[in-house]
């Protein structure tokens, strides 16, 4: 038995210095190539599980257009909750409106207004946002996100289809009545 | 008769070694740390099973199935108490396990590659826990998940798109919960049962675990043996014994609660990390999210990984702390560690953090890369201090840079578990 063994090792070895490495090179290749091949295919079909699947969730008109209130409402310097719609909506002290996004720019927390210390302070790594949404304190590298404002007939509005990423606060950003 | 014989003989010491070095055999030798981490997989994976067939993987019914489980359940409670208390057992005594392996010098020659095998099973380990407590879809694996899956979002280029991926969509919801659930019942049990026999059969290769000697003395040529049983396996079957006991009295005494149910619409106040993970926490606040979530951990890992293949002029194995001198800069480390680590927490709430916003540099630089390459200096310079003055060899600086940054990151543990409240501003835990 171990001498038949040793025979074969010895004729393979023959056989491979009379055929070149070749043959035996070229099986090898090929069982080589075939098994990335369905290492990946694997993976691919792991990764394609994996994909966002494609809702079906219908974004209704009434989600997209959120009616916050008439003007008046509002005092200037206050900032006031809502939660259904998902934002704050800011009034500066020199009356402009600015709806924010209530997800913390840094790993999204929810981030609550603070009005004893008039800012927000997330929860979860000590960011700290003013009335403009404003980084006043990092790890938070970017104010908060923002909806589009619009006033018709002194009720205000807000564009909720889409978040408005930026990087700072800028006065341009304040929509006036 | 001749039948037990046989599966003493073919079965265990299959399974475990017929003789081991007698010098080996000490309780304080190896704390029997891996073979408990071993039985607490065992654990977990008999609790987990039992507990997938009353669990609901769906946000609706998540909450209330383990509620369901835990009242009327005959034994239900203590099913999921083992399984909560196993995991966090686990994970300290994995992280001693790689200390103990780390500090005996047992990480050379024929056990290099188990180190680095070693590392992948423990970051199974956190991969099972962090995805485990996402299940119970309470406020504490809701934000978890968002913070831990907002990260993602800081990868340069891919961010986003990878962040979708892992959450099955915009928001943590449904789709998350099942890429949860099937890594944390099927993935990492898979990966554990491949890996940990990997892991023991390596360990057999390297001749069963380091032989421990006096610093400065010889490798041993010649070891005396005494046979795996009983010597061996009647003291692992102790560690065991208390080990499980162990687990039954915390299952009983201390039966892990509920949070609320999740709420998308606000986050906790203070949102804390399960204890493993709040160093980790800490770390955010205190850096740039590329850095604390992505170069630093990067950093920590592939440091780890490349430990035993550095270049060293003498051989750890075996010997407590590698030298005269290392134990002397273990020491240092320890303690300069214990000293800056908490100063630097509070120089850079009370001040640091303010000079970032004043400075005109972006915030990836001011609050990221410059702090980065601040400490790393500092870091550096400390490792020179110590070959310069202390005369310690590079394997005796190394590990005290080792030192040094494992006991800043228990300090944010403890910092960030006690002294944070409110917003997760700096507070006195009394």
Known sequence: MGENRVNRNQADKGEDQAAGETRRGFLRKVWLGLGTLAALQLGWIGFD????????????????????????????????????????????????FLALGRTCTHLGCTVPWVEADRQFACPCHASVFDITGEVLSPPADRALDMFAVRIENGIVKVDLSRAIRRRSFEAAQVVLP | MKNKRTVRQFFIFHMRPSRVPVATLPYNHTFGLGGMSALLVVCLVVTGALMMLAYEPTPERAYESILGLQTETLFGSLVRGIHFWSANLLIAIAVLH????????????????????????????????????????????????????????????????????????PEVGPVTLIIFYTIHTTVVPAAFVVLMGFHFWRVRKARGVVVPRAAGAPVAAEVAYAPGWPDLILRELAVGVVLVAVVLALAVFFAPGMGTPANPGMSPNPAKAPWYFVGFQELQ????????????????????????????????????????????????????????????????????????????????????LLPFVILAAGVFGFRLTLRWRMAASREDADQAVFILLAVAFVVMTVVAVWFRGEGMALVWPW
């Not at chain 2, 180190?115 to 970051?123: F, T």
């Not at chain 2, 009370?350 to 630089?365: H, K, N």
């Open chain 1, 49 to 96: 599980m994996l994909r966002p699947r494609k809702r079906r969730r219908v974004e209704d008109a009434a989600q997209g257009i959120f009616i916050a209130g008439p003007v008046d409402r509002f005092e200037p310097g206050t900032v006031t909750a809502f939660p259904a719609g998902r934002f704050y909506l800011s009034r500066l002290d020199d009356g402009g």
């Open chain 2, 285 to 368: 606040i205190h850096f740039h999210p590329v850095f604390s979530a992505l170069v630093i951990p990067l950093a920590a890992v592939i440091g780890l990984v490349w430990w035993p293949y550095r270049r060293r002029e003498t051989d750890p194995a075996g010997i407590f702390l590698g030298s005269a001198i290392g134990r002397r800069t273990a020491g240092l480390a320890a303690v300069t560690g214990l000293i800056v680590t908490p100063l630097l927490i509070i120089a850079d709430d009370r001040w640091f953090q303010a000079a970032s916003r004043l400075q005109r540099l972006p915030a990836v630089v001011g609050h990221g």
């Open chain 2, 98 to 169: 790689l200390l103990r392996v780390f500090f005996t010098g047992a990480r050379e020659g024929a056990r290099r590659f188990n180190w680095v095998i070693g590392l992948v099973l423990l970051g199974c380990v956190l991969a099972a826990n962090f995805t485990g407590y996402l299940l119970p879809w309470d406020q504490l694996s809701y934000w978890a998940v968002t913070i831990c899956t907002g990260m993602l979002g800081y990868v340069p280029g891919i961010g986003g798109w990878l962040q979708t991926v892992a959450r099955g969509g």
